[in-house]
């Protein structure tokens, strides 16, 4: 039953953000739905976890969110920081280079994030 209402709270953040899309294509809406959509359904785990109490939560939950909200935060920053540049290149070549520097940092993040906060023990 957690597992079912934590799927009803992705898709209804998916949903909502999709129909919220404004001037965004399809594409994008879909994948700022499903990225917000996963960070809601661990947001509602946590919460769920502390009021109720479920077995579905791992035990370092609240760090991965920590660690997913920071990297896609450094790529969505990294990315439109790099494609709003004032240069003489093709907007698509500014959106290709923004994408391979915002993964880059992202990756960065998250491998930074992931060795000090998940330690081999």
Not at 22 to 43: C, D, H, K, R
Not at 47 to 53: L, Q, R
């Amino acid at each position: 039953m957690d597992a079912v209402l934590c799927l009803l709270v992705m898709a209804g953040t998916w949903l909502w953000v999709v129909k919220q899309r404004g001037e965004w294509n399809l594409l994008l809406a879909n994948l700022a739905g499903a990225g917000s959509g996963v960070v809601t359904g661990i947001v509602f785990t946590l919460i769920y976890d502390a009021v109720i109490g479920t077995s579905m939560a791992t035990p370092n939950l609240h760090r991965s969110l920590g660690v997913f909200i920071t990297s896609a935060g450094v790529l969505a920053g990294v990315w439109l920081w790099i494609a709003n540049r004032r240069q003489p290149e093709h907007p698509v070549a500014r959106q290709l280079l923004g994408a391979v520097c915002g993964l880059a940092a992202g990756m960065a993040t998250l491998l930074f994030l992931a060795v000090n906060y998940f330690p081999h023990t």
